[in-house]
């Protein structure tokens, strides 16, 4: 059995950026984007005490809302942990705060039979061993300092010693999210990438890594799953001419950490397109939620994962265990698959009836999962003009967007 199987069955992840930048309310960049003075930002520590914080009901939303995994920003790119990390002082034990949030979250979803995977940032704005175009110095003055290489050299040291801390003190971890590759990166090994890869494995033989230590693919390592980033693939995803395990990251409202007064989050339709969309090319969604500085979901994003749960109470079985289908799907739709059966994902309510296409005389039963009503098979009207293997059918009326179709082949 592979190690990634848990992975391709689960289909469906929840994605968490949580940090000091939720106290500014303007998003996981805004360290880089705005001119703070020295030690300014930092002082954000005193400040942090998401007295809010209830990491069982982010795990019963998630795991409500179909959800199977947690991945979770241990740090990002500002170099603050939201770990006890045994490498620096900069952490959420050192708040106002003082609780190992990391620690808490993982007790919460496994609790719930989720499992957990890490975030974590190659780089780190913070570290004099790091220099890039996409990091303050350069965004904020356009000009950009060259580590020396005893500087580099602790800065590979750092990060090595921060990912082992993860890897040891916080139980079986499922996943590794590094982030990010930079472009300015091609065609270098700037983050030790084989050394780090070897002490992540011996620790976790299990665990599933990520792409992102490198900008190029076609070099000499194979990752454990690949991580396009805000879009439903149009293929399934191959790496080498071989096809690989992937997940697609996205938002639910549009922004990855906190943004105050951020208001209306991606429609249902959306989000249940987006993943089914992922599904039908043997992919992953990871779907992001920022909490607050009080360490809570907006109302907006909590009521949107309510919606999430009543549509997967229905609907679910179109998901968990599914994969892309051996038929095109028709018009206004897309298939997932498991077994002998399709679900055919309607985007919105059809005009009319539905033309199947390569299905004729191959179909058991075609039913609406969401009610169990029996959809009709038109077996003479309206064919004249069809390809000799189309099959005609008519969804109910009542049909909306978001609908699945359960289509048991013969």
């Known amino acids: 059995m592979s190690k990634a199987q848990w992975f391709t069955r689960a289909r469906f992840g929840l994605f968490i950026h949580w940090g000091l930048y939720t106290l500014p309310g303007r998003g996981e960049w805004i360290f880089a984007r705005s001119d703070w003075q020295p030690g300014e930002y930092e002082k954000l520590m005193e400040k942090f005490n998401p007295s809010g ?4 009901e982010w795990a019963r939303l998630a795991k409500a809302a179909g959800m199977k995994y947690v991945v979770f920003t241990t740090k990002h790119h500002d170099g603050f942990c939201m770990y006890d990390s045994c490498c620096t002082e900069y952490k959420v034990t050192n708040t106002a705060y003082g609780k190992d949030v990391l620690a808490m979250l993982l007790e919460a979803f496994r609790a719930e039979g989720l499992r957990v995977g ?24 356009q000009r950009l300092h060259t580590p020396t290489a005893e500087e580099h050299r602790a800065f590979c040291d750092y990060l ?11 139980g079986k971890i499922d ?6 590759t930079s472009r300015t990166k091609k065609g270098m090994d700037y983050f030790d990438r084989k050394r780090i890869l070897e002490m992540v494995y011996r620790h976790q033989p299990d665990i599933l890594v990520n ?22 693939m149009n293929q399934p995803l191959e790496v080498k001419g071989k096809p690989v395990a992937w997940e697609s990251c ?10 105050n007064n951020a208001g209306k989050c991606r429609e249902l339709i959306s989000l249940t397109g987006g993943l089914a969309g992922c599904v039908s090319v043997d992919g992953n969604l990871l779907l992001n939620v920022a909490p607050d500085a009080e360490g809570r979901f907006s109302p ?3 009521a949107r994962l309510t919606e999430l749960a009543r549509w997967f109470e229905s609907n679910g079985e179109s998901i968990t265990g599914c994969g892309k289908a051996a038929y095109p799907p028709p018009f206004g739709s897309c ?4 077994d002998n059966i399709l679900y055919c994902h309607l985007f919105f309510p059809p005009i009319g009836d539905m033309i199947l296409p390569q299905l004729k005389g191959k179909v058991e039963s075609i039913s609406l999962l969401r009610t169990g009503e029996t959809v009709e098979i038109v077996p003479l009207w309206g064919y004249e003009l069809l390809k000799e293997d189309d099959l005609r059918i008519r969804v109910p009326l009542d049909a909306v967007a978001g609908d699945v179709l359960r289509i048991v082949l013969k």
């Open 118 to 141: 890490l975030y974590h940032s190659l780089p780190d704005w913070t570290h004099p061993g790091y220099a890039d175009e996409e990091s303050p110095e350069y965004i904020r003055h």
């Open 175 to 180: 996943l590794l999210f590094f982030d990010y």
């Open 53 to 56: 914080f209830d990491p069982y």
């Open 211 to 232: 792409d992102r230590l490198t900008y190029e693919k076609e070099i000499d390592l194979d990752f454990d799953y690949y991580t396009p980033e805000v879009a439903v």
């Open 160 to 170: 090595y010693n921060q990912v082992e801390c993860l890897m040891t003190r916080y």
């Open 300 to 302: 907006e994003a909590t």
């Open 335 to 338: 298939y997932t698959a498991a």
């Open 250 to 259: 996205a938002t639910i409202n549009g922004f990855w950490g906190h943004v």
